[in-house]
């Protein structure tokens, strides 16, 4: 399969020259074809943001939500429909800020889906105010004397919560980028990958160049089952570690604990309401 | 003595097992070949407080709450003082003479239930005495009432049934005596008909209708009134392959439900008030990317917290406004048989416009039981509004009724593309402003039809009309019964089962009309001021009921008397 069949003929792409989503969104393609998924089994699940326009600049089924309520449907539409593949792909202050108690718990419910936060540590969209993630000291229009809160840790807070995929990459790594979603859009479970991403109008102190000095590859020798290791790397602050931290095989995903697939492997829009059943509920009210 | 209808009201605290003897009586009643009606009223709380139900016993078919109390039966101390109001000097309180050791009144009759009860086995049976008492005051067969508590207890092992057998044997002998006292004499006429109705409450028969109308869906979070159909619809998720979640907070219920729908399962979300607030985002999302949800909407006195157990219907205005302009619809069923059938249809008209379709309820219509003959599922049908897509498809195409053909992922070979922002006919953002005029007209568009699909207003009573009574929802039943005790010919009333929007019938049976009155459970007439907006007629008098009370047969009455006579 080629990238290509993701394309979008007239996409009027929002975001700005030299923006890390573009490298996500080709990147992306190059990996849904390479895994061979067809735009037709495909979801693509956002929140609001620039990084939230992203499903209507790759082809696939889109299901552009609120800001921060992106994986309430992601979780819906695979319970509903266990065919389809599901990515969320959505900002750092979408998922993190407005979505933060879906976030945790989404990863709490482990429906099947994979869950890419574009990472630029402020939000672009509103014009550069700090987002959770946004680190101590950055001065904004809104935090004029700069961040004093501690940032939120993404990857430390879905570890605590027994995450079943945990990883983080960064946008100017392409190939650690690929190897990440791949892993990610494979395992089964949530997988969440927080890809850090410059943002070249808002963000003056997250460049690329300091992504480059400030990130290392954890070491293949790095035991993604050992959690409270994960955890450990995942508090790292001098240099931050890129790759897969923490996963966890053993999770059921919210669909295996669907009742409704017991024994009935249809996704749920092509079922038939049991009326004779109904009607047997209807009749026991004439009985004790 | 009762020779029509008897109004029975047990009241104690929460946690004392009033719910018990509610369910054991209605089943008794009913299978004793009377009509019944139960309404109830409780605090927030576990533990402690005052809680009531009242159960009606009667010759004709009823559905309505009475404020006049017959025959109490006070299994607290305080439920003299809690009832007091509705307490008159024909009413007679029957209670424990231990509890009412400290209560004198005239009507009391006082019986050792208590005692009898530590007899038997402990305290736990002392309600169980008091409801065969009443049973055998109604003239219920015996055998009638040992069912009901098999029925009841069989699955608590069998020394507890046993236990609970022989507290009934006590209470009908306890019922027996009070009739040799010739303090009460019931006599109204059985008809062994009423046995095989249904019996059913409020909340269920939505919870069927929703099953009917093919819901597939719920993720919800608890609130009451609402709760109780969560719990109705997850008794029976799996068995009717329903997904049942319980959300992390209302959000993301209402964010579940669009999504589900998307994805081709029908959703429900069920919540109240506060609740309901939090959501108004999600429908704002499900009116913009013409997802079609359905929205059940228990309501009660607010705002915010209010009165979390109690009643009103002061949540229209919040159901009918918000975010943008684009169409709903609302339901507000007001009998048990139009609730199934407006909660079913309510999916197929979701589906069929793309829109949010509201059911409104509340506490007081939740919680109320009667029985009913049966519900028709002869013209119950699902319809299906889900196509198969193709190669060009697109999710928003401009079309003369401004409904655009809905698919779903994985079904065909068009991607389905939803959006919150104003979209192109492929659903992609846009800022172009003809296209946003479009936009804006399709989906307005859409009401036409919403229109012509209306539901009309139910007329009952007399077609030639003077006076005409409206109301909306859950007083169906009061002011139903008020109108036929009134027996008049010059006076109707005009049920109103859906309220958005109205049908175009309304205006003329209002104006038909030379006087006219409207009944709410809510401060600021928000019906009346609806149907103004709507249709620009002023009602002349609106009797407003929001102390968190349902009216009562008596008040709707008295307010229609004085309504004919003075204005
Ligand atoms: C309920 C709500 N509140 C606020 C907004 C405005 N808003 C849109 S995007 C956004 C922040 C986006 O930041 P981020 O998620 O980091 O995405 P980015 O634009 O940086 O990719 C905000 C506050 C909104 N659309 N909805």
Redesign the pocket.
Known sequence: MKPEVFDIEDADIAWCPGCG?FSILSNLKIVLAELEIDPLELVLVS???????FPHFLKSHTYNS???RALSPATAIKAVNKNLKVIVT?????????GGNHFMHTIRRNPNITCIV?????????KG?A?P?TLQGMKTSYQTEGVSEEPFNPLAVAIALDASFVARTFSGDPEHMKKTFKSAINHKGYSLVDVF?P?VT?NKINTYQWFKENTYHLEDSHDPFNKNEAFKRATEKDKYPLGIFYKNNDKKTFEETLKVYTDNELPLYKRQVDMPKLVDLIESRRRL | MFQEDVSIVICGEAGQGIQTVESILIQAVKFGGYHVCSSKEYMSRVRGGENSTEIRVSSKRICAYVNRIDILIAISKGAIDHLKERISNKTIIIGDEETLKHVENENIIKIPFLKIARDIGGPIYANVIAAGAISKILNIDKEIFDECLTSMFARKGKKILNGDLKAGDEGYKVGENILKSDKIKVQIVKDTKIKDELLLDGTEVVGMGCIAGGCRFLACYPMTPSSALQVFIAKYSEEFNIIFEQSEDEISAINMGIGAFYAGARALIATSGSGFALME?GVGLARINETPIVIYLGQRPGPAVGLPTRTSQEDLDLALYGHGETPKIIFAPGKLEDAFYLSQKAFNIADKYQIPVFILSDQYFADIYYNIPSINLENVKIENHIIKTDENYKRYELTADGISSRGIPGFGDGVVVVDPHEHDEKGHITEDQNLRTKMVEKRLKKLEGIKKDSIPPELIGFSDYNILIIGWGSTYGVIKEALDNLNREDVAFLYFKQVYPLHDSTKKYLDKADKTIIFENNAESQFANLIKLQTDFKIDKNILKYNGRPFSVEEITKSLKNFMEVG
């Open positions: 989503n929140g609001i943001g620039q990084a939230g326009k609120l800001h921060g959505t900002g750092d202050g979408d998922m993190y800020g407005e574009h990472d630029n540590m402020v939000y672009g969209l509103t105010q987002s993630t991403q943002c808002f | 985002e």
